[in-house]
């Protein structure tokens, strides 16, 4: 069958094909990892940009080559991690620029396409390395210019063969790779993508990994082994972070700014969004630049030499392959958005809401804007735990990145999610799993999460963390309000009597998840206007004076103007620098219903 255009339909459906096999073969990738560091992260770093990219665009409905073009550049420049995926960020940003406002594409227009996007590539990078991805990416540009042919299909099969081609010679221009005896793992990810969209078209079933070599034969995963590079690499951090704002900088004056603090470093903007990835020994100044541009949303500093670490022990055979200490599990109770989680490469496992016609899985088939509009519709859904067979998935994905996999989770007193998550983890007995009941829910657990990601991040034990999160979780808290009572009332938290009563009297509530996960009563005000300021008052009586280090979180069912009051407050009062912004996820908010906001605060002292 021959294909004569491509439109948007078309290009959403070879992107999917194409993301989904990258995301199979992370393992792989991770295991021959040797550039610019051996610290065995880019297949997961490549795997969470793809899988960001798939996931909108499954969701998508755009029509044009455009449209779509655009969705997958935005949702890759929020998902990039690590340099291959800012790089493939890159690729398609610039190939979405010049196909803006386009609905199809004959084979030379989409020839020229490519090579926009690679020129893009180019002039983002300050020092391009050949022999890694860009090499590939150029040589498939070039034989898609040189393509005598009218047919994709065609087409297709001429650049996978250029790929392959050029992937087998990147050893040839990269010595540490001829020396570990292996190609470029960023150059064999963009030949997967290929792959991917080969098989689509060829009808192929694509090799599912589904459970790891390790949890079948008990064996170690060999990694490629590589000296860590002491004299090329200079610094210890791989630090990134993402920022939104209205008025942010170019990305040249953000190189320039950056320039001095690290190398490595590759800026990404659009849409109100900029992206950094540097590697540097000042992760703080970096974040701290970063804030003067715009709301610093997502951050991490990864230790690369831990990392590293993690990847001699494997290729010493005494574990299997890991590309770091500990990898970590949540469930989307923990209410941070994809960016935070994505950004610290967690697994979440979705519970479900249930409606009369059947259940959606949280923050997945349904986001919170969708579930608000069907709340103050008046439906009353209800919330179900996730079944051990999700919770088996993640474990296992997980373990592939961690030699100790540690799930924070909903609180045991809440749900039975957690009781889930242990018959699960009883299941993978080979897996290291440790699990912690974070006794809270929403913004009080995400902020645990956070915290256990930054800790792995820097290097700590899995022994060193769990104490850690237990003397940290005595020490935070979240309080809430409701507008309305009935979710509340329908889920046994308050009695009909008081609802009636408070109702009359226009009392509004105001509670808490105390230490032991029990909703408590904290105080009644008459009116909403006053909430807010007795909320913050509240605070000041839990937070000591003499607090140093304190992240806040604000969430919110439809309520933007409360985060306009609260986040100054919070500046003004605590000089607070870390505050966590976002809606209410749907499994918290069929409990509480429109209109219902609340402040975490974590005290890290």
Known sequence: MRILYLDGERLRRSLVAGCEYVRQQRAELNRINVFPVPD???????????????????????????AVAREAAEAAILGARGNCGMILSHFLL???????????????????????????????????????????????????????????????????ARARESLARTPELLPVLRKAGVVDAGAKGFVHLVEGVAALLRGEP????????????????????????????QYRYCVEGLVRGESLPDSDSVRSALRERGDSLIVLGGSGVLKVHIHTDEPETVFAYLRTTG????????????????????????????????????????????????????????????????????????????????????????????????????FRQAAQDGEVVLGVLLGSGLSGTFASAEAASRQLPSANIRLFDSKCAALTQGMLLLKAAELAEAGWTVERILPELARIRQQSGVVFTVEVFD??????????????????????????????????????????RRVPERVLNLLEQRIPHDAKHVRFGIMHIGRPEIVEFLRPELERRWDATDILVTPVTPVIATH??????????????
């Open 487 to 528: 979710n509340l009332l329908a889920s046994g938290r308050v009695g009909r009597g008081k609802v009636m009563l408070a109702g009359l009297l226009d009392i509004k509530p105001i509670l808490e998840i105390d230490a032991d996960a029990k909703v408590q009563p904290v105080a009644n005000v008459r009116g909403s």
């Open 295 to 394: 709301t610093l949303v997502a951050h991490k500093a990864e230790d690369m030499a831990a990392q590293h670490a993690a990847v001699e022990r494997a290729a010493e055979g005494h574990v299997r392959l890991a590309r770091r200490p500990v990898s970590l599990v949540t469930d989307s109770a923990c209410n941070l958005p994809d960016e935070i989680t994505r950004a610290h490469g967690v697994y979440v496992v979705p519970l479900s809401i249930v409606f009369d016609d059947g259940a959606l899985r949280d923050g997945v088939d349904m986001s919170a804007a969708e579930f608000e509009e069907r709340l103050r519709d008046g439906e009353h859904p209800t919330t179900s735990q996730p079944p051990p067979a999700a919770f088996l998935d993640a």
């Open 40 to 66: 065995g992260d880019t297949g997961t770093n490549l795997a969470l940009t793809v899988g960001a990219v798939s996931d909108r665009l499954r969701r998508s409905r755009f029509d044009g080559v455009g």
């Open 592 to 605: 509480l219903g429109p209109g219902a906001w609340g402040l975490a605060w974590q005290i890290e002292d």
């Open 206 to 233: 694509f090799t599912t990994l589904s459970v790891p070599p390790d949890f079948t034969a008990g064996e170690p995963i060999a990694a490629a082994a590589a000296e860590y590079p002491e004299a090329s690499e």
């Open 94 to 160: 610039g190939f979405s620029d010049s196909v803006a406002r386009r609905d199809r594409l004959d084979v030379p227009e989409f020839g020229h396409s490519m090579s926009a996007a690679v020129r893009h590539v180019y002039a983002s990078l300050e020092r391009p390395v050949e022999g890694t991805i860009i090499t590939v990416m150029r040589d498939v540009a070039d034989a898609a210019n040189e393509a005598q042919t009218r047919d994709f299909a065609d087409l297709l099969e001429r650049l996978l």
